[in-house]
């Protein structure tokens, strides 16, 4: 065996003798990883000669449909994930540390050791008594799960060999390593290796496996980019830590659609379901202010009201200021722009923040409109009225066009019995000074 140090660009994998700045294949900044590669010859596989095989393709109309879904009986996580867990699929789900992620993987367990006989959870972060613990607070004391901290890859294969659990969960994939190949826990060949390796097992033995991933610092799933293309589903937790709300969202789904977004409160009981999010926002929406508005979005098959704030404020600096949480920061910027170019309201000496309430995030063109209005009433300082709803998708030439199933979002409000705004009529009565 003879290794090598080589620079791997996490975002594309594309390896270097020595550490750039800027990776030459994608254009990343910052991506290069250090790790080490076995660039010698591997005996086992001298003197072997693969096999010649002529293979027999089938009809598609032969094919039998997919392995059957396992529902784990929470709607929201149901839903995302498009009806349930589909056996012998490989679910990988991340978020920020403390985001609530071994909460909901120890609800999803529970749930699912009332339809198997035997789960299996694997961990290598923390103790089967911290796991154990947790559980207990939770108040889940199933009899069909067994807990086994293990981090060396073949172990855990050789166990699952012997053992052949229904379902699986591994916490996580970043430090758990092999034997077979060189570098540390966590690094690119070995997050990749040891992926492959579940993967493979699972996929023969029919084993659904819940596997629970790290993020970098800028939110995206840490590791090489084969991760998510390897698994079939990526579910992703997002929220603000501050806040007890959490969504969960498909960034990647083999099974289902990947626009649904389940939501979650954080309690003491642990992750609990919010039915009625729309009912959540106006409850909490405070009387009689301005830099406020709210807006209907779609999820997926699931319409959902939120909330827009807005604060515009001078600047004693010569160059304002431009914030937002929730909400893509360019979008605003262009917002900003059309409200200067095409109304009467000028942002040039004024700090702008803007926040989706909740800790959620709003990534939706059509809520456009009610940003642009918040933004408003916030540099007027007149509040818009509190059962006004605004959507809609702004262009650059200051025109208000139809937001993405306009019409369900107009359905949804009047089930509220909230008012939907005029289109038409926004630019010159609402938005203009």
């Keep these: 065996m003879k290794l090598k140090t080589v620079y791997i660009c996490a975002n594309c994998s594309f390896q270097s003798t020595k550490w750039q700045g800027k990776c030459p294949e994608c254009s990343q900044w910052n991506s290069f990883n250090e790790d080490v590669i076995n660039v010698g010859k591997n005996d086992i596989t001298k003197g072997v000669v693969r096999a010649r095989t002529a293979l027999s393709p089938q009809k598609i109309s032969n094919i039998e449909e997919s392995a059957p879904r396992v529902q784990t009986l929470i709607s929201e996580f149901d839903t995302v994930t498009g009806g349930g867990i589909v056996e012998g699929s490989l679910i990988l789900l991340s978020g920020e540390p403390g985001i609530g992620k071994s909460t909901l993987t120890l609800q999803i367990v529970d749930r699912m050791a009332a339809q198997k006989e035997k789960v299996l959870y694997i961990t290598g972060e923390e103790s089967i008594s911290q796991v154990s613990s947790r559980a207990k607070r939770l108040s889940l004391k199933n009899e069909n799960i067994a807990l086994l901290y293990e981090t060396n890859l073949e172990n855990i294969l050789l166990t699952l060999e012997s053992e052949k659990p229904e379902f699986l969960v591994l916490d996580s994939v970043q430090v758990m390593a092999s034997t077979e190949i060189p570098g540390s826990a966590g690094s690119l060949s070995q997050v990749r290796y040891v992926t492959e390796a579940i993967m493979n097992h699972i996929k023969t033995n029919k084993i659904a496996t819940l596997l629970i991933g790290h993020v970098n610092k800028d939110g995206n799933i840490a590791g090489p980019k084969v991760l998510e293309h390897l698994v079939d589903t990526v579910l992703l937790i997002e929220g603000e830590r501050d806040h007890s709300i959490r969504s969960l969202r498909a960034v990647k789904n083999r099974f289902g659609p990947v626009s649904e977004v389940g939501l979650f409160e954080m309690k003491e009981e642990g992750m609990m379901e919010v039915s009625n999010p729309s009912e959540l926002v106006l409850s909490e929406r405070p009387k009689n202010s301005f830099g406020t508005c709210l807006t209907m979005t779609i999820n997926g098959n699931r319409p959902l009201l939120m909330e827009v704030q807005a604060l515009v404020n001078r600047t004693p600096f010569g160059y304002p200021k431009r914030t937002a949480s929730g909400f893509d920061r360019n979008r605003l910027e262009l917002l900003i722009a059309v409200l200067q170019k095409h109304t009467n309201l000028n942002f040039s000496d004024q700090d702008v923040y803007l926040n989706v309430v909740g ?67 926004l630019l010159n009565q609402i938005i203009s000074s």
């Excluded at 809520?367 to 006004?388: G, I, R, W, Y």
């Design 359 to 425: 800790g959620l995030r709003l990534q939706d063109p059509g809520a456009d409109l009610a940003v642009c209005m918040a933004l408003s009433s916030s540099f007027q300082k007149k509040p818009l009225p509190e059962n006004l709803v605004a959507f809609g998708e702004i262009g650059l030439t200051g025109e208000i066009r139809p937001a993405f199933r306009q019409k369900e979002r107009a359905k949804a409000v009047e089930k509220l019995k909230l008012q939907n705004v005029k289109e038409e009529k």
